[in-house]
DNA sequence: GCTTTTAGTTTCGACTCGAAACTACATAGA
DNA sequence: TCTATGTAGTTTCGAGTCGAAACTAAAAGC
């Protein structure tokens, strides 16, 4: 009763996936999306270009090139680190949010997503994180995920947090952010 | 509790497939992968340039470099229809088939799969299937779908079937290919 | 027979991609 | 302090992706 694999799904997904995202009304590629997704979700210690170089798997040269594209349509910014002269900080501008917003996620998935039970949709979650931990694990990838979800994360109180990497104080919205130095709980597997 | 949306992972797990396919040993850009290993997958009414470009939702023009590209590099091969001059029939080649049982699906994602239960990754696949066909439904888009999940296949006896559509007898190989005519079951949402 | 449709290719310009060379700044060591 | 060595980021190159539009050739419709 074989139909087709978990890849064949996950490939023919993606592919529609970027596709419909290079077909929108404000259209952009899908890495240009993906890099601006990500500015827009993470925290101050990963908005560099290496970060996001990290993030989409593809090399600084690469990103170099991404970043100066989403520049020049000013759908982002940069902005020199004050302390190290070689970093330079990106954010999405006012139009770059914008768009976001208004392309992301694409129509045809929001539909798909909607039509999904809450049960399932959760489910659905669920799975691809561990799919994607598994992966992250077995290559060797940075598992770069939201900050609360870390295992340096500590909770002090009440909306009330800290970094156990940095001993940095958090807000609750620092807390939602993606972080680079993410580190995921081990899950008994591997390590 | 917001940790990362269903379009987040997606995204993620795509990229980091997409940069392992082009990472490997024989290495190929991933689209030239997508095309190989539906021309490995499709029956005999599926195998022209026009159905590999509704596959990879591509215009014409873009899939026909890219099957230049997989030509030159004796990966696939190109015969003439004998009923109609304009249609080409595509084959991988032996070098073809090699290469995908080498390098399909990637290392990392084999593990992350192999870390998932029996049970778990069914229950993904099943729910990517329905994901998948929403996406294809609110898209517009054709489900090329194998053959035996079409809601035009017959059953006519042990190891016989065929194509409600065609007409055509099919034997159990034929029913396990991808069709681009296929047509999925209604499930009661749309239409 | 003539028009329209369909299958496929070619060309263009913007972009992706990795590799490698490069600049500029930071840091460690003698 | 002077000199590696390392790190952040950019540039350039060649192969490839991508859609749009122009194009060829064969089929189908009338």
């Given at each position: 009763m074989e139909r087709a694999?978990?890849?064949?799904?996950?490939?023919?997904?993606?592919r529609l996936l970027m596709a419909e995202?290079?077909?929108?009304?404000?259209?952009?590629?899908?890495?240009?999306?993906?890099?601006?997704?990500?500015?827009?979700?993470?925290n101050r210690y990963s908005?560099?270009?290496?970060s996001v170089a990290d993030y989409l798997a593809a090399?600084?040269?690469?990103v170099s090139q991404t970043l100066r594209a989403l520049e020049n349509k000013g759908l982002i910014e940069r902005h020199a680190d004050a302390n190290d002269g070689r970093v330079v900080h990106l954010a999405p501008t006012r139009a770059g949010k914008q768009l976001l917003r208004a392309e992301i996620p694409?129509?045809?998935?929001?539909?798909?997503?909607?039509?999904?039970?809450?049960?399932?949709?959760?489910?659905?979650?669920?799975?691809?994180e561990t799919l994607l931990?598994?992966?992250?694990?077995s290559g060797q990838i940075s598992s770069f995920g939201v900050c609360r979800t870390c295992s340096h994360f500590r909770r002090l109180g009440e909306n009330r947090?800290?970094?156990?990497?940095t001993e940095e104080r958090l807000t609750p919205a620092d807390s939602e952010k993606i972080c680079r130095e993410h580190a995921a709980y081990a899950t008994g597997a591997n390590d």
């Open positions: 694999s978990l890849y064949e799904y996950l490939s023919r997904i993606s995202e290079r077909s929108g009304r404000e259209a952009l590629p899908a890495v240009q999306m993906a890099a601006l997704h990500y500015l827009n979700r993470c908005d560099t270009p290496a090399t600084k040269g690469t694409p129509p045809a998935f929001r539909a798909a997503e909607a039509e999904l039970g809450n049960d399932d949709r959760d489910q659905l979650r669920e799975l691809l931990r598994g992966m992250q694990r947090f800290q970094c156990g990497l």
